[in-house]
């Protein structure tokens, strides 16, 4: 399908983008499909927003990458904006997810290492999640799926707990624990949040037994839940936070957030070479100011909620379930959902699957109303064949 030069890893439909508007898509044909994906998560102001593809613009023609030896005030200055926005001490500057997830990991190592020597090297993350495709990340996702023969061996020191299981927590933790890893809402897991008082439940366990807590918001973080981070609204104040996808509305960036007991790194202990760089910060710096305006985190509360209760109205029977937070939407069917994605995408719609029989919905937190009727009356058309 598709351009065969490209490796075909992403299973990928053939379909062909050449521009966009908004939370509309047209295709090389001039098809128009109205994006309830947003690259996966990442084009949380939609596309071509102005004020965003203004400041990339303008960087662009001031300064696109310096190395890491020095800094850039486009640079200083988000890093300040962020930190002082989220609550958080320090912060590294990547280019992924996956990279962002594997500094969170190096750091809690090294805490373990700092305070236990040795033995304090065991990471806890949780069944059905997913932490990124690299040897350790992926090793640490909590998806037998995603452990298949040919890839190993593994990296060792990670365990996995049931999400939500109370007994489990009665014996997760111990002196060998370094920290325990989760995300607050398993987005490719299926879309499934975590129960607020369990969370805040581990997140003690993990701390009384000299553990520090990681939140891998790759994917909540960045207004995508209703809230700036979506720990904040679990209450867990985690010691590490990781970002990435929305962080700098589509241009490749992650961030991998410490304060506390978590601040261990010094100069050395983690690089990227184009982590950060000025073009991806003026980026970034856009999302920001637009994602901390007042009224702006209500819309996305409101947008979710008006989605999720639409598709609740309709009493289809090939729907099990309407859950998410925000503008994370998982909508759990009776039958293979890629058939409904596919059937989805022939009309006129984008979205994605998560776990083995969920719809997900994450379109760009900007969208407009207009754009959300036309993407349920497809949705609709479709469940209801």
């Given at each position: 399908?598709?351009?065969?030069?490209?490796?075909?890893?992403?299973?990928?439909?053939?379909?062909?983008?050449?521009?966009?508007?908004?939370?509309?898509?047209?295709?090389?044909?001039?098809?128009?499909?109205?994006?309830?994906?947003?690259?996966?998560?990442?084009?949380?102001?939609?596309?071509?927003?102005?004020?965003?593809?203004?400041?990339?613009?303008?960087?662009?023609?001031?300064?696109?990458?310096?190395?890491?030896?020095?800094?850039?005030?486009?640079?200083?200055?988000?890093?300040?904006?962020?930190?002082?926005?989220?609550?958080?001490?320090?912060?590294?500057?990547?280019?992924?997810?996956?990279?962002?997830?594997?500094?969170?990991?190096?750091?809690?190592?090294?805490?373990?290492?700092?305070?236990?020597?040795?033995?304090?090297?065991?990471?806890?993350?949780?069944?059905?999640?997913?932490?990124?495709?690299?040897?350790?990340?992926?090793?640490?996702?909590?998806?037998?799926?995603?452990?298949?023969?040919?890839?190993?061996?593994?990296?060792?020191?990670?365990?996995?707990?049931?999400?939500?299981?109370?007994?489990?927590?009665?014996?997760?933790?111990?002196?060998?624990?370094?920290?325990?890893?989760?995300?607050?809402?398993?987005?490719?897991?299926?879309?499934?949040?975590?129960?607020?008082?369990?969370?805040?439940?581990?997140?003690?366990?993990?701390?009384?037994?000299?553990a520090i807590v990681i939140c891998d918001e790759v994917q909540t973080g960045m207004g995508r839940c209703g809230s700036l981070l979506c720990s904040d609204l679990y209450?867990?104040?985690?010691?590490?936070?990781?970002?990435?996808?929305?962080?700098?509305?589509?241009?490749?960036?992650?961030?991998?957030?410490?304060?506390?007991?978590?601040?261990?790194?010094?100069?050395?202990?983690?690089?990227?070479?184009?982590?950060?760089?000025?073009?991806?910060?003026?980026?970034?710096?856009?999302?920001?100011?637009?994602?901390?305006?007042?009224?702006?985190?209500?819309?996305?509360?409101?947008?979710?909620?008006?989605?999720?209760?639409?598709?609740?109205?309709?009493?289809?029977?090939?729907?099990?379930?309407?859950?998410?937070?925000?503008?994370?939407?998982?909508?759990?069917?009776?039958?293979?959902?890629?058939?409904?994605?596919?059937?989805?995408?022939?009309?006129?719609?984008?979205?994605?699957?998560?776990?083995?029989?969920?719809?997900?919905?994450?379109?760009?937190?900007n969208i407009s109303k207009k754009e959300i009727e036309a993407g349920l009356a497809i949705l609709k058309e479709v469940l209801s064949a």
């Amino acid at each position: 399908m598709g351009n065969k030069q490209i490796l075909n890893n992403y299973g990928s439909f053939d379909v062909t983008f050449v521009k966009g508007q908004g939370s509309i898509l047209t295709d090389v044909n001039g098809k128009k499909y109205v994006d309830f994906l947003a690259g996966i998560a990442v084009n949380c102001l939609g596309h071509n927003y102005k004020p965003l593809v203004k400041a990339v613009a303008k960087q662009a023609k001031k300064q696109i990458h310096i190395c890491n030896y020095f800094t850039s005030d486009i640079g200083n200055e988000y890093a300040a904006k962020l930190l002082k926005a989220t609550g958080f001490e320090g912060v590294f500057f990547g280019n992924s997810g996956a990279e962002a997830n594997e500094c969170a990991i190096k750091l809690a190592r090294k805490y373990g290492w700092l305070n236990g020597g040795e033995k304090r090297r065991t990471i806890i993350t949780l069944k059905k999640s997913f932490h990124g495709r690299p040897l350790t990340t992926l090793t640490a996702t909590g998806q037998e799926k995603f452990h298949p023969e040919c890839f190993g061996p593994y990296v060792e020191g990670f365990k996995y707990l049931e999400p939500n299981d109370w007994d489990g927590l009665k014996t997760a933790f111990d002196d060998t624990v370094a920290a325990v890893m989760f995300e607050p809402v398993q987005c490719e897991g299926g879309v499934l949040p975590l129960d607020k008082e369990w969370a805040k439940a581990c997140a003690k366990a993990a701390r009384d037994a000299g553990a520090i807590v990681i939140c891998d918001e790759v994917q909540t973080g960045m207004g995508r839940c209703g809230s700036l981070l979506c720990s904040d609204l679990y209450g867990v104040e985690p010691e590490v936070v990781t970002l990435a996808k929305a962080i700098a509305g589509g241009i490749p960036m992650g961030a991998c957030m410490w304060r506390g007991k978590g601040n261990v790194f010094t100069a050395g202990d983690h690089q990227s070479t184009f982590g950060g760089n000025p073009l991806a910060c003026a980026g970034a710096n856009v999302v920001l100011d637009e994602l901390t305006k007042p009224g702006f985190m209500d819309a996305v509360n409101e947008k979710g909620n008006y989605i999720r209760e639409t598709i609740k109205s309709w009493n289809l029977p090939c729907v099990v379930e309407v859950r998410g937070m925000g503008l994370v939407i998982g909508v759990q069917v009776k039958s293979n959902p890629l058939e409904y994605e596919k059937a989805c995408l022939a009309k006129g719609l984008l979205f994605s699957t998560a776990g083995d029989d969920v719809l997900r919905f994450v379109p760009p937190l900007n969208i407009s109303k207009k754009e959300i009727e036309a993407g349920l009356a497809i949705l609709k058309e479709v469940l209801s064949a």
